[in-house]
Every structure is written in C-alpha cells, then in structure tokens.
C-alpha cells in the first residue's frame, strides 16, 4: 500500500485508508489532540495473524484489542465492564478524555491454550471477526471463555456521530470498507518517553512502513 495518503492539497485521503483496510492491511488513526492525543495501529480483525499480532507488540506496545460494533455486542450480551464489576473501583469512573470507557470483557476463543501467544491471540482475533459477520447465527460462549487475553471493545450505537474514540473510528472505517464490524485497535508508544507516540513520529513510521496515517477528525467530518 502507498504511503501516499495525501492529495495535492495536502488533505489526508479517507479513500487511502479504506483501501488498505480492504486489502488487509493496517492504518494508524491518530484520535485528536484534545482528546487521548494517541495514534493507534488498526487492523481489519479478520487480517490479523500470528505475524499482525508480534508487530502490535514490538513496534506498538499499547493493549491489544478488538472493537465490536453496538449490534455485534447486543447479539453477543456482552456488557460495559463498568457495569458489571461488583467493586468499588468501578465507581465515580470519570476519564479526562471521555464521558465513558469502551471496555467489555476479556476473551480467548476455546481452542487456544494460554491464550497469550502470538498464534492464540490471532486465533480468537480472527474468530472475532467471523463472530462479527453473523452475530445472529453465531454460538459465542460457545467459541469463547472469560477471563481472556484479547480486550474487546464496544462500539457506540452511531460510531463517530456518538462518540470519537479509536472504537468508533476503526468501526466507522470498517463499515465503509464493507467489512465486519471487529477492528483491532493498539496504542502506539515512544520507547524514549514511555508516552504516546506523537503524532510526527507515527507519520514517520508509516511512511518508513509503507502504510497509511490518517488523523481521526477527517474520518468524523467524511464518515460520520
């Protein structure tokens, strides 16, 4: 894929980063400045391997997680961690970025061992992804167990007209790619400062990669 994601007037092209998304590949989604101030990579759920899943690790080093649409969570029960959690952590939960957290539970698909490797977390990535193409007719506690090693997430009911988060943005970009609705979603971090890694350094690295920057308010103002 080009790195070439911007047009002659120097705008980012959404048309970029749906064509990555369709061919497997991932892009990196910078939210916004204002909001976690953080660049995400993002994989098709579906694309992810063994291979995907090492990258995540190395050269992004955030938690690895999978974004499911409202619909998907509905049809699958699956809940807001905060309201299931009988603790008083789970209390007074204000974020300074956001009115809510996006967190479900924690999953590894049933034909994985520890669930932690590189091949057991691609296995329940990519069966999250058929999970997402036929909710209705798929057993999840059936293929799945909680606890788990792969985060999943929950999508707002209008993805970016709710809410503009990473969750919406992968989920927005799915929709469009006519893919399922299960993105994956890792922070990437600056091994120097141990914080996010800005946006100046995430161009860096998809250009060195070949891969696609977009920032998260041009996905609001083409997709939402």
Do not use: W
């Amino acid at each position: 894929m080009s790195t070439s994601n911007e047009t002659s007037g120097g705008s980012t092209s959404i048309d970029h980063a749906i064509a990555a998304f369709r061919d497997g590949d991932p892009i990196l989604v910078h939210d916004a400045a204002d909001r976690e101030g953080e660049t995400d990579i993002v994989y098709p759920a579906g694309a992810v391997d063994s291979d995907a899943v090492a990258r995540m690790r190395n050269d992004a080093g955030g938690l690895i997680c999978v974004a499911l649409s409202n619909e998907v969570a509905e049809a699958f029960d699956l809940p807001f961690s905060q309201e299931i959690i009988d603790h008083p952590t789970a209390a007074d939960h204000e974020l300074g970025y956001d009115e809510r957290s996006s967190f479900s539970l924690t999953v590894n698909h049933r034909d994985t061992y520890t669930g932690i490797t590189d091949e057991d977390r691609a296995l329940t990535i990519t069966e999250l992804a058929t999970a997402a193409a036929d909710p209705e007719g798929f057993d999840f506690a059936g293929q799945f167990r909680s606890p788990g090693h792969v985060h999943l997430l929950r999508g707002a009911p209008e993805l970016v007209d709710d809410r503009k988060g990473h969750t919406e943005l992968g989920l927005a970009l799915a929709d469009v790619a006519d893919l399922p609705p299960a993105v994956v979603v890792c922070e990437m971090l600056d091994d120097e400062t141990g914080r996010a890694l800005s946006p100046v350094d995430a161009r860096t690295y998809a250009a060195d990669h070949d891969l696609v920057y977009v920032e998260g308010r041009e996905i609001v103002e083409q997709l939402g």
